[in-house]
């Protein structure tokens, strides 16, 4: 959009304290007069105008309208000026725009600058709803919660961060359940938080998997597996936040709502906790005599999810800003107008300033897919309203587009430019010297090389024994190989589709 709204942001609000000024006190019970009436008219007009506009000067038409129209109500005795304010203020910082997140505007400042302007779903009035008031009143708010507190504030404030962010993407997937368990969100969000940072595909050593962390055995107790096409529902956002919800509501059942012998049980085994509640007769996850019998582990992980939770709930009390997520709670799905890949989607995409960018929503979004596989035009995957836009914008013809596509298709091979061997000259006869013919210098572009020399026999290799080092995406470009065939024909397991060394691949599908 031309119009610079920052400025205008200044003028909308002097506007609005002039017309404050020039208001009766006693407007509410006035009837308005005809040509404030006509100005609201106009201003709805124009909002309207705002709204349906597709071209950029066509909403920078509409703003400029508007403010002609403030200026005109703050001379109108008895203009409702209150009620035009929202409007303007709606068209200089509408919810989401292409502007708005074009990573070339170097002024503007994704992150807030002011405790009281955390974004709104993160704000202690949003979230305090009867739910997470029961959060606050059953946990205790005591010096293990604080040193908590205080780790998610220095060292990791950044993995507090892109927890933030990641389940700000996911929350749509993910809240629903926990809101019809009658579970505080805040919960929801210090559990991610602790265990996989908001990162569906993260996994630990023990087993555990997808952004809940579930176990294979407890998984497939609350529904969670294998889907009968190769991929584990505990990496699927929605199924592991349902699954999380009932697994809490039975441990609720059993510890006397107890939240945290309830996370005690979420990480420490339910067997334990189930077993040291009743041992201790009922007694609290604080008193020395239950709190003792958990491992190092769950001592740190219950305190640990009720801070982030509660930094959720009061992030201005801490100083805490929240970077924005732009339109991460607004779901979409794109088709695909073209065959691409959630890498090459990423760079065309870009990213708002002060942000990562999207590859981490895109692959927690769509669970099953790899970010180097190749997705076929038609196809469409799940997203939010803001990366369609900028998929329209940037990613389907383009200058852009076409860097992206050229940035996928790189291969440090096509860098390298082989040299012939020196053959000596054979028609030499005695006593004449010896000469060799000059080097002959390959091309290190494929189109130019199948011009500049002959094309050798192409030399099928069947399998790869996979090294140290070796990934998918490398053995497929080497190979040149369609990465979807490469995972059928050796069935690997989706979504991570890992390899280990010594392990032998069938090339199928492999140009070389």
Not at 5 to 33: C, D, F, I, N
């Amino acid at each position: 959009m031309s119009v610079d709204w920052r400025v205008s942001l200044k003028l909308s609000l002097y506007v609005a304290a002039m017309g404050a000024m020039l208001m009766p006190q006693t407007l509410s019970a006035q009837r308005l007069s005809r040509a404030a009436n006509a100005i609201l008219e106009q201003a709805q007009a124009a909002e309207a105008s705002f709204k349906g506009a597709q071209d950029p000067d066509a909403q920078a038409a509409a703003v400029a309208s508007m403010e002609k129209l403030m200026a005109d109500c703050g001379k109108q005795k008895g203009c409702p000026m209150e009620r035009l304010v929202p409007m303007y203020r709606g068209m200089l910082m509408p919810a989401e725009t292409p502007d708005a997140l074009d990573e070339g505007d170097e002024d503007e400042n994704p992150i807030n600058i002011a405790g009281d302007t955390v974004p709104e779903g993160a704000t202690a009035d949003a979230l305090l709803d009867d739910r997470n008031k029961r959060f606050v009143q059953m946990v205790q708010f005591n010096p293990a919660v604080q040193a908590g507190i205080r780790r998610w504030l220095t060292d990791m404030r950044p993995a507090l961060m892109d927890s933030y962010v990641n389940y700000q993407f996911l929350r749509p997937q993910m809240a629903p359940a926990f809101q019809r368990a009658g579970l505080p969100e805040a919960l929801l969000f210090g559990i991610m938080a602790k265990e996989s940072n908001g990162k569906v595909h993260v996994g630990s050593r023990a087993g555990a998997v997808g952004p809940m962390q579930f176990m294979p055995a407890t998984g497939r107790r609350f529904g969670l597996g294998n889907d009968g096409t190769g991929f584990d529902t505990r990496y699927d956002p929605k199924m592991s936040a349902e699954a999380a919800a009932a697994y809490l509501l039975e441990r609720y059942a059993q510890l006397n709502n107890s939240i945290e012998l309830s996370l005690a049980a979420y990480n420490g085994g339910e067997g334990r906790a189930s077993r040291v509640y009743q041992q201790s007769g009922g007694r609290n996850f604080w008193d020395v005599s239950v709190y003792d019998q958990f491992p190092a582990e769950t001592k740190d992980y219950v305190p640990m999810v009720i801070a982030a939770a509660w930094l959720y709930l009061h992030p201005s009390e801490y100083g805490l800003r929240f970077p924005r997520t732009w339109g991460a709670g607004r779901p979409a799905q794109i088709q695909l107008k073209r065959a691409t890949s959630l890498n090459e989607l990423s760079i065309c995409m870009g990213n708002a300033r002060g942000t990562d960018g999207y590859l981490r929503a895109l692959r927690n979004l769509n669970p099953r897919l790899t970010p180097s596989a190749w997705l076929p035009q038609g196809g469409i995957i799940n997203a939010t309203s803001t990366m369609s836009t900028l998929y329209s914008r940037y990613c389907v013809n383009g200058k852009r587009a076409e860097i992206a596509r050229q940035l996928i298709n790189s291969d440090v091979s096509h860098a390298l430019v082989r040299v012939g061997p020196l053959v000596a000259d054979e028609s030499n006869s005695a006593g004449e010297s010896e000469s060799t013919t000059p080097a002959t210098v390959v091309p290190a572009n494929p189109a130019v090389r199948a011009q500049a020399a002959p094309t050798p026999a192409k030399k099928v290799t069947k399998t790869h024994r996979v090294t140290a080092g070796d990934n998918l995406t490398a053995i497929a470009r080497r190979y040149q190989c369609d990465t979807r065939k490469l995972i059928e024909a050796n069935e690997l397991d989706a979504p991570r589709y890992a390899i280990r060394p010594g392990q032998t691949l069938k090339l199928e599908g492999c140009a070389k």
